[in-house]
């Protein structure tokens, strides 16, 4: 889906069988599988588009993100120009400097 107001198109969807040894493998839209012992399906539904400026998002509900493991810290500083400390709080000099185009 395409995000709208400059807000970024959401994920794709994907079905993958995971090998016992934690190898993933790309699977049709539509498929039958047989799992064997220690074998996954995993399934990733896509992501809505979004809405808005990323780099127009609090970095505090960013950093929020991060910290509940919804986006990666490369993901706040790539999309979200956010830049944080190692505890995880905001560093506003750094941030200013991503949103900035610095």
């Not at 069988?17 to 493998?25: K, M, N, P």
């Not at 012992?37 to 399934?43: D, E, K, L, V, W």
């Not at 956010?82 to 185009?101: F, I, Q, S, Y």
């Amino acid at each position: 889906p395409k995000g709208v107001r400059g807000g970024l198109s959401g994920g794709r969807a994907g079905q993958y069988l995971q090998t016992a040894d934690g190898a993933r493998e790309a699977l049709e839209a539509c498929a039958q599988v047989t799992l064997e012992p220690g074998q996954r399906m995993i399934s990733i539904g896509c992501g809505g588009g979004g809405y808005g400026d990323p780099k127009q998002r609090d970095p505090e509900r960013v950093a929020k993100d991060v910290a509940d493991g919804i986006v990666s810290r490369e993901w706040a500083r790539q999309v979200y120009g956010v830049a944080l400390h190692g505890n995880g709080e905001v560093d506003a000099e750094a941030t200013a400097r991503l949103r900035a185009g610095n």
